[in-house]
């Protein structure tokens, strides 16, 4: 089998490699991928460093057409990339392929950016002074990622770095290294200089950890888990580096007693169990007022039972497997204290087999949960849901910001004044009304709030925040 090497300082490298398996279905290895060491990482951060110059000050139609390029390679890949997305993450095909498309409309979004790029020329308060505000790259960006979005989060810090002229460490989750590879390969081919994008693929603890303490890495973005964010911070800090920070979430889906039964239980649906719930804008906290409460929960029921889960790549599948046996084993645990905690498990939650061994679970709703049990405030990441019955709106909003928490939040409703003030009220970066949690745009900012992001927002026009340094320079005329 090829291996899929490292590439520092614009060769493939590396020997050992790490077999890549698919969840759907354990005996079939979608690849060897090599394994980066710590002196590895320390080589392309090296390399980083020695090619920032020339590429920091590279012309913008430089960088539009290599971006560009990527975007049409990626769109015309979908079908071959979706594919092999879903056989190492376990999403379905259908989503596979959909991550893929959000994947190149980001590359095309910010290949237009980088013709975009502009200053402001102001007055100064004293007469004959004039102010010029530019941007100008961050340096040496550290490019970390989680294994659920295996494509869509690598292009959405990709493409913002390259387009605003910064060099890029990026080290993929060990578990998802494929589409990685894959981007990184169109990149290097569309013509990138030599040690612009080093790509470290290896264990976060080794690769990430010798990232996180080197002085020459001037920016780091993270999506992950909370705990490991805390680290890049701590490290950052001490470093004195810019860093964001994407991390967990526990999001509400509110449903009030004037909602649409059908767009609230489809919203739900969605919210909770699809890409098997691993989304960090899922909501596996659905609060529902009490006058639609029992009409909800048997919909939901009904609705839960039409899904289909199996290997990923199977026409007709809802729900692919979870990701590994590791978070199974977190799912069923969940599962277990969630009826230890007295909450009721009304429909789901068994691990099932199919006809090849994958980690299939049926996806699991809790009724009579209260706010306080640790289902509801402990991120799971898995295809498990409870319903928290409220009295009112007033509760449910109270109930939806008792969090530790603020990605996402959403709310199922007909009422106009409870959608504006669910708006303006709900504590979390995004907001959905009659709409899934989960499902944002490409070109609009991401992020959230509280213990869930840090810094600046990702992606669209914001992503500048991050990826560039602000200076502000005074002539006298
Ligand atoms: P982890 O925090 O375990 O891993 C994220 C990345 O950090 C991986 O590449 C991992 O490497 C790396 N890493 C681990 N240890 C270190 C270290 N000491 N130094 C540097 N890097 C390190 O998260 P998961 O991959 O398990 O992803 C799931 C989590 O991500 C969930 O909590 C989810 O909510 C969150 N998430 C948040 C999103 C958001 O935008 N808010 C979006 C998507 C996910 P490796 O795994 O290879 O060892």
């Known amino acids: 089998m090829t291996l899929h090497q490292n590439l520092i300082a614009g060769e493939w490298v590396g020997g050992d490699g790490v077999a890549n398996i698919n969840p759907s279905n354990t005996d079939d290895v979608v690849g060897e991928y090599a394994r980066a060491s710590a002196e590895d990482a320390k ?22 057409a290599i971006l560009k390029k990527t975007a049409d390679e990626i769109l015309a890949r979908k079908d071959e990339l979706g594919r092999l997305l879903s056989r190492e993450e376990g999403k379905t095909l259908a989503e596979g392929i959909g991550e893929t498309v959000r994947a190149g409309q980001i590359f095309e979004f910010f290949a237009g950016e980088t013709l975009r790029l502009a200053g402001e020329v102001v007055p100064s308060v004293r007469p ?37 002229g910064n060099t890029i ?27 612009v994008l080093n790509l470290v693929m290896g264990k976060g603890s080794v690769v990430g950890q010798a990232m996180l303490d080197s002085p020459d890495v001037q920016a780091i973005t993270f999506t992950g888990s909370t705990a490991t964010g805390k680290r890049v911070a701590v490290a950052s800090v001490e470093h004195n580096r ?25 919203a739900a649906v969605n919210s909770a169990f699809f890409s098997t719930g ?4 899922a909501s596996s906290r659905i609060i529902v007022t009490e006058g639609i409460h029992d009409r909800f929960v048997a919909a939901m029921g009904e609705r839960i039972k039409g899904l289909v889960v199996d290997d990923a790549l199977k026409p007709g599948t809802h729900i692919g497997p979870v990701v590994d046996q590791s978070q199974l084993n977190q799912d069923t645990d969940y599962i277990a204290i969630g009826k230890q905690e007295g909450a009721k498990l009304a429909f789901g939650g068994e691990v099932i087999s199919r006809d090849t061994p994958g980690f299939y679970l049926q996806p699991a709703l809790f009724t009579e949960a209260t706010n306080e049990m640790r289902i509801s405030r402990e991120e799971i990441f898995g295809p498990v849901a409870a319903v928290i019955r409220v009295k009112d709106y007033d509760e449910a909003l109270a109930v939806a910001n008792d969090t530790p928490f603020g990605l996402s939040s959403g709310i199922a409703t007909t009422s106009l004044k409870h959608a504006t003030h669910f708006k303006r009220n709900a504590e979390a970066g995004m907001v959905m009304v009659n709409l899934p949690t989960a499902g944002v745009d490409f070109h609009v900012p991401f992020g959230g709030r509280k213990a869930s992001s840090y810094g600046p927002r990702e992606q669209g026009k914001y992503a500048a925040e991050f990826y560039t340094n602000v200076k502000t320079a005074y002539t006298l005329a």
């Open 242 to 266: 810019k860093y964001q920070l994407e991390m967990g979430g526990k999001n509400p889906f509110v449903v009030l007693d004037d909602a649409d039964l059908s767009v609230a239980v489809e």
């Open 169 to 195: 460490v990026f080290k993929p989750a060990e578990l998802v290294p494929g589409c990685s590879w894959a981007i990184v390969d169109i990149l290097h081919r569309a013509g990138l200089p030599k040690g």
């Open 128 to 164: 004959g002074i004039g102010v010029e505000i530019t941007r100008e790259p961050a340096g040496v960006v550290g490019i970390i990622t989680p294994w659920n979005f295996p494509i869509a989060i690598p292009a959405w810090k990709l493409a913002p770095a390259l387009c605003y």
């Open 43 to 64: 080589a392309a951060i090296a390399a980083a460093k020695a090619a920032f110059p020339a590429w920091s000050r590279s012309g913008i139609l430089e960088r539009h």
């Open 278 to 281: 691993q989304r960090c804008t």
